[in-house]
């Protein structure tokens, strides 16, 4: 008999992204139009989920909707954002994590800047799989579609995308949305979610990649040595395989002596599992909380980074006052917290509500993988949010 795990579907996170006004709202309504004729879903109209309600993600106000469906393969998690400051919000701060994105594109305009930004995003923040709807298909006769879908193509491959394999999908969402069956209608609507079923894999916890675990806790265990707490992001950990503790300016060269998990012992744990380690010869002064244990020479130690960050508007409880160069405050990633510097490229300025790259220096070494999101705090409340782009070593 099979358990109650087995029996549900597996779930996957996607969103749709592009330029305003060139039809992501009325494709997710139409989604859930066409899927409820199936039992599927429940029908949410257009302005339910353009009057999404207001989010609290991690201090930072996010207008988004959540939009839950199934096909007969996954159930999906939704995101639409009403505004295009809500879409870079949304991405930056990671507050929904897409396995994969819908890119729409108004077949009458083609490509745009916002088309262009959010797959900047998209890409910075490691989504890997796009499908293209070229949307308002009832507007335009086929070769501009085609021209669009070369053009589409080709934007994706710029941007380190496999545009020359995406599924790309002609339709009008707004006709599937008002129950017309053809080709471009609901038909268009069945075709795209086929495509994603298909071409966007279901999120796997990666247990074959290099061991990674950032430190949640650690604790001395009397006659025994130092015990260190944290949930496996990726990799398999092996009992008597070397690791390295690695953050705050230092690496220490250990052994894995003792893997527990609720307070049993194991020989391995998998990404995904929380669990507490023995490491052999590492004293608890030399442990802090945000320190990363990892296989031997997977991770690099630097204070030197590129990022994309956000500022947050003084509506949204962020700074009045612009951000200049050689601004201090602490940053928060993963586990840890530590001073940093920022500096603006050319001496510019970044005004409260913009994004912008920026140059982070920690005041110590750390581990930070590109896509790794952060936030700088002002007197406990989040000021700015933002994603590593670069590590310079
Ligand atoms: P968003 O800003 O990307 O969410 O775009 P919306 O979904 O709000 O659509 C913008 C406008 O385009 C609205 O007036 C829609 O009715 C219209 N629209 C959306 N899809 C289609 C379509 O397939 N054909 C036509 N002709 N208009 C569309
Ligand atoms: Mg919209």
């Not at 509500?353 to 705090?377: C, Y």
Request: with cysteine; net charge neutral.
């Amino acid at each position: 008999e099979k358990s109650n795990q087995e029996n549900l579907k597996p779930h996957c996170n996607i969103g749709t992204i592009g330029h305003v006004d060139h039809g992501k709202t009325t494709l997710t309504a139409a989604i859930t139009k066409v899927l409820e004729k199936r039992g599927l879903a429940n029908f949410t109209s257009y302005d339910e989920i353009d009057k999404a309600p207001e989010e609290k993600a991690r201090g930072i106000t996010i207008n988004a909707a959540h939009i839950g469906y199934e096909t007969s393969k996954r159930t999906y998690a939704h995101t639409d954002c009403p505004g295009h400051a809500d879409y870079i919000k949304n991405m930056i701060s990671g507050a929904s994590q897409m396995d994969g994105s819908i890119l729409v594109v108004g077949a009458d305009d083609g490509q745009m800047p916002q088309t262009r930004e959010h797959l900047l995003l998209a890409k910075q923040v490691g989504i890997d799989k796009i499908v293209v709807y070229i949307n308002k298909a009832d507007k335009v006769d086929n070769e501009i579609l085609e021209l669009v879908e070369l053009e589409v193509r080709e934007l994706l491959c710029d941007f380190g995308f496999d545009g020359g394999n995406c599924p790309v999908i002609y339709g009008s969402a707004l006709k599937a949305l008002t129950g017309d069956e053809s080709e471009i209608g609901e038909q268009s609507i069945l075709k795209l979610l086929d495509a994603i079923d298909n071409y966007i894999p279901t999120p796997q916890r990666d247990v074959n990649g290099p061991l990674l675990m950032p430190i949640d806790n650690f604790f001395t265990v009397p006659g025994r040595g130092s015990v260190v707490v944290g949930t496996i992001k990726r990799g398999t950990m092996v009992k008597n395989s070397d690791i390295e503790l690695l953050g705050f300016d230092q690496k220490f060269k250990s052994t894995v002596s003792d893997i527990q998990i609720f307070k049993k012992s194991y020989n391995k744990a998998l990404a995904g599992e929380n669990v507490g380690v023995l490491l052999r010869n590492i004293k608890i002064k030399n442990i802090q909380r945000g320190m990363l244990l990892c296989a031997p020479n997977t991770e690099t130690l630097s204070n030197h980074f590129e990022a994309n960050m956000y500022l947050l508007s003084k509506a949204e409880g962020g700074r009045k006052l612009p951000l200049a160069s050689k601004y201090i405050q602490q940053i928060y990633s993963r586990t840890w917290c530590i001073p940093a510097r920022i500096d603006l490229e050319n001496s510019q300025i970044l005004m409260p509500g913009d994004h912008g790259k920026v140059r982070i220096t920690l005041f110590k070494k750390m581990v930070m993988s590109i896509g790794q999101p952060f936030t700088f705090r002002e007197q406990g409340t989040t000021v700015a949010t933002g994603i590593i782009t670069k590590r310079f070593d």
